[in-house]
């Protein structure tokens, strides 16, 4: 499958109970149809983590990719989806503001347990069909 033109793709831990309500609430959020999704043990996931050179054993929840642009992981990837929410949701980029080691402290923190506070699926999560065209 092919990366689409003009989208963002947000690479998720695709068993990951935490993640999967994460996309959930980015294709809630998305007004302009920004995002694309795939699961970063997929095929497409794994290939396109393999062409940016980001080794999947220290990034292993979130990573978000701009095609022609950069690659975000963690809190950064974080606080550039939210950016796109606008509204509300725009007040959350004070914490651009707060150093990006200490932010992912957190973020390494929560990634960490997040099996064990949230659980985990046995296997990546279909979408629905009415969401299968944002899902690589």
Same mark, same amino acid.
């Given at each position: ?16 109970? #935490?993640?999967?309500?994460? *996309?959930?609430?980015?294709? =809630?959020?998305? %007004? /302009? ?9 997929s095929t497409i996931g794994q290939k396109l983590v393999k062409e940016r050179g980001i080794d999947v054993t220290k990034i292993?929840?979130?990573? #978000?990719?701009?095609?022609? *642009?950069?690659?975000?992981? =963690?809190?950064? %990837? /974080? ?40 659980? =985990? ?16």
């Open positions: 499958m092919e990366v689409p033109q003009g989208k963002k793709i947000i690479l998720f831990d695709g068993v990951c109970n #935490l993640c999967n309500a994460w *996309v959930q609430n980015v294709i =809630k959020h998305d %007004a /302009a149809d920004t995002f694309r999704f795939a699961a970063l043990q292993d929840s979130i990573v #978000l990719i701009d095609p022609g *642009v950069a690659y975000y992981t =963690k809190s950064t %990837a /974080a606080i550039h989806i939210v950016k796109s929410f606008g509204g509300l949701w725009s007040a959350l980029m004070v914490l651009a503001w707060i150093p990006e080691g200490f932010r992912n402290l957190i973020y390494d923190y929560v990634a960490k347990n997040r099996y064990r506070w949230y659980g =985990k699926k046995d296997s990546c999560m279909a979408p629905q069909e009415s969401l299968q065209g944002k899902f690589l």
